[in-house]
């Protein structure tokens, strides 16, 4: 009887292994492709990013980033392009400024049209403290994209009411 249950044991263990697991899903609509749950690399190149912003280190947020950031805004009409070397001049607007995320999603469309379309999906609060004394408090959706060489090359950010 022991042997029965140790056999069955493991014939199930070996099934269960043997099983795979579909690692994908959701639909790009125009292209049919796919996507698949990102690394956990990407989670910490963002959260490096968010951690040198709140600290307004212009010399580490430069570190993480591609050659020019494009930068979509959710209040604004057209996306800024900021080039890495510019970086201090952009931080320079704000007094101070604190984000926090609420989570991290990474996720990598899968197909030939975007071969290195990596992305982590964040939502955050935000306090951006501006030179000219106004304060924004924000709820924001954002979508870091990056590249193969592991640097940010885009920031889409929607408002969330949440």
């Known amino acids: 009887m022991k042997n029965s249950i140790l056999l069955i044991l493991a ?27 990102g690394s956990n690399e990407n989670v910490e190149i963002v959260k490096n990013m968010i951690s040198a912003f709140n600290n ?21 009409k057209d996306p800024t392009y ?4 510019a970086t201090p001049q952009w931080m320079a607007q704000y007094d101070s400024v604190e984000s926090r995320a609420v989570y991290f999603l990474p996720y990598r469309l899968i197909g030939e049209e975007r071969p290195d379309v990596n992305a982590v999906q964040t939502g955050q609060l935000e306090n951006l403290y501006w030179k000219d004394g106004r304060v924004d408090s924000l709820r924001i959706l954002n979508k870091f994209f990056i590249d193969s060489d592991g640097k940010i090359r885009a920031i889409r950010q929607w408002g969330a009411e949440w």
């Open 56 to 76: 307004m280190d212009t010399d580490a947020m430069q570190e993480l980033m591609a050659d020019t950031l494009v930068f979509y805004g959710f209040s604004q």
């Open 11 to 37: 014939a199930f263990f070996i099934y269960s292994c043997d099983q795979e697991v579909n690692k994908t899903a959701g639909e790009w609509v125009s292209t049919g492709e796919t996507y698949e749950i």
């Open 82 to 85: 900021l080039p890495r070397e």
